[in-house]
């Protein structure tokens, strides 16, 4: 149980377009699900932490407008980078947390989305 | 502040017991994680201790905690090829139960 989906596992594009990550809890219903971005042999960072109607929070030094997160149900979030530069290229990953039945401070983790920029 | 800190690299032979450290600063840690990451993947859970645990032990991993100099150990028993990955543990705290802080993590190499 407790399984995590993201899609796409990578995508390239170009510098200046939008790209989408999706967030899917398969067996489960998240209440809450977070973001987090892994440069290359570092530690992963938490970006945001989602709500399911709600909006999301964001941590110091992540740009709200720049990585919209939207979590309209309670089996989907979705990452969006606007106007993607170079710098932005990393490994995307998204947790998620169940409502009580699961352990409520216990994260599931997808499998990632590497995102480059060209 | 919030610091949690690994070593970089353990390399252990096929059938020995391997041992990661783990060092956080942030006295007040709830629950602390120990997540396996292999290669272009994402994480997942091994095992979890609650801050009023000293140990837990579940199949080949046995966690420890000495909670007065805020150290984390895993050690993996019996360790196998399939074991070679990067190893995070991380915390939360009562202040934001919500935020994972993950500590820098440990590449385990396994040689036969």
């Known amino acids: 149980g407790a399984v995590v989906s993201q899609h796409p596992s990578w995508v390239i594009c170009k510098s200046g377009t939008s790209v989408k990550i999706e967030c899917r809890s398969l067996?489960?219903?998240?209440?809450?699900m977070f973001w987090y971005r892994q440069f290359p042999k570092q530690s992963l960072m938490l970006m945001a932490t989602?709500?399911?109607?709600?909006?999301?929070?964001?941590e110091q030094g992540v740009e709200k407008d720049k990585f919209l997160i939207n979590h309209a149900s309670l089996t989907l979030s979705t990452l969006t980078v606007t106007s993607a530069h170079p710098e932005d290229s990393s490994f995307y990953i998204c947790?998620?947390?169940?409502?009580?039945?699961?352990?409520?401070?216990?994260?599931?983790f997808g499998p990632g989305t590497r995102l480059t920029v060209l | 502040g919030e610091d949690v800190e690994q070593s970089l690299f353990l390399s252990v032979r096929e059938g020995d017991s391997s041992v990661i450290n783990c060092t956080y600063t942030?006295?007040?840690?709830?629950?602390l994680y120990w997540y396996k990451q292999e290669p272009g993947a994402g994480l997942q859970l091994l095992t979890y201790?609650?801050?009023?645990?000293d140990m837990k032990q579940d199949q080949r991993l046995t966690v420890l905690l000495n909670k007065k100099d805020k150290h984390l150990s895993l050690r993996i028993a019996d360790t196998q090829t399939g074991d070679s990955a990067i190893y995070f543990c991380?915390?939360?705290?009562?202040?934001?139960?919500?935020?994972?802080?993950f500590g820098t993590g440990t590449r385990l190499q396994v040689f036969p």
């Open positions: 947790s998620a947390r169940g409502l009580a039945g699961a352990s409520t401070d216990t994260q599931y």
């Open positions: 067996d489960f219903q998240a209440t809450t």
């Open positions: 989602s709500n399911e109607g709600s909006k999301a929070t964001y």
């Open positions: 942030d006295s007040s840690s709830t629950y």
């Open positions: 201790i609650f801050s009023n645990m």
């Open positions: 991380a915390e939360t705290t009562p202040y934001n139960t919500d935020k994972l802080i």
